[in-house]
């Protein structure tokens, strides 16, 4: 499939003025990225929302967000962008890490200097962009919480309080410092401009992973970070993960209550 960029907006919108808060989406075009997007679209955040769409490999329907776009609110400019090839090693692309380039590139080119990401299996709650935005500045970049979500029902577990709760925290305090979820996560670009190539460096070179922690390694070793204590975001758990035993474990009756 050729590559192309398709802009979504309403008639007379200027491209060019600066927007108050980005999004760059990552996508293989999933069934799950109606929701994602629609996520977005149900944002309560009032400001002008630039959201960037980088598809690295089309796995699934090619005029989904076609369709999606209809359903855009007048403050969200979508734009598409697929190169027609990818940019990961894993498919056959040039660079390690397992997704890429598209996360940093659409960083550098998303006119905000706000940007927020979001997978396609993930969902947020509407405050979500409005809380992360109200945190910035004096913050250079800030995180939110996330809930677990059950597999089979779609329904919420519980809020993840083991994994993705920021520096210094959690069970991965002792080996990484922490850890922040990236779609739990805002950049302030600018302030934070060095850390954006870090989307494209493994932590674990043999399997091309990893990129998301030496991100939150950076943003808290150089940069000033914020909490925003409440959950916005939706985590789907994945039975195939190598960590799902685990937090199974972890949520007890919580799990099977929610299935």
Not at 13 to 27: I, W, Y
Not at 71 to 93: D, E, K
Not at 120 to 139: G, I, Q, S, T
Not at 140 to 160: L, T
């Amino acid at each position: 499939m050729p590559g192309f960029l398709k802009t979504y907006a309403d008639p007379g919108v200027s491209l060019q003025s600066p927007m108050d808060a980005a999004v760059v989406v990552h996508t293989t075009l999933r069934p799950s990225l109606a929701a994602a997007m629609r996520s977005i679209f149900a944002q309560s955040f009032g400001g002008r929302i630039h959201v960037l769409v980088g598809i690295d490999r089309c796995t699934g329907e090619s005029d989904m967000i076609e369709r999606l776009c209809a359903q855009r609110p007048a403050n969200c400019v979508v734009q598409v962008l697929q190169p027609g090839y990818s940019g990961s090693a894993r498919h056959g692309g040039v660079h390690p890490a397992e997704e890429g380039v598209l996360r940093a590139v659409l960083t550098w080119l998303a006119n905000s200097r706000y940007v927020a990401y979001l997978d396609e299996e993930y969902r947020w709650l509407p405050d979500h962009l409005r809380l992360l935005r109200a945190a910035m500045p004096p913050a250079e970049w800030a995180y939110a919480r996330r809930w677990f979500v059950h597999p089979r029902s779609g329904r919420p577990v519980c809020v993840d309080e083991w994994e993705s709760v920021g520096p210094d925290r959690g069970v991965h305090a002792e080996r990484f410092g922490g850890y922040v979820d990236p779609n739990c996560l805002m950049i302030d670009k600018l302030a934070c401009e060095h850390v954006i190539t870090w989307w494209t460096m493994p932590r674990f070179e043999d399997t091309g992973t990893g990129a998301d922690r030496s991100v939150f390694s950076y943003l808290r070793e150089y940069h000033r970070g914020e909490a925003v204590e409440q959950a916005t975001v939706y985590c789907p758990l994945d039975p195939a993960d190598p960590l799902h035993a685990a937090r199974v474990a972890r949520m007890g009756v919580r799990y099977d209550a929610a299935g």
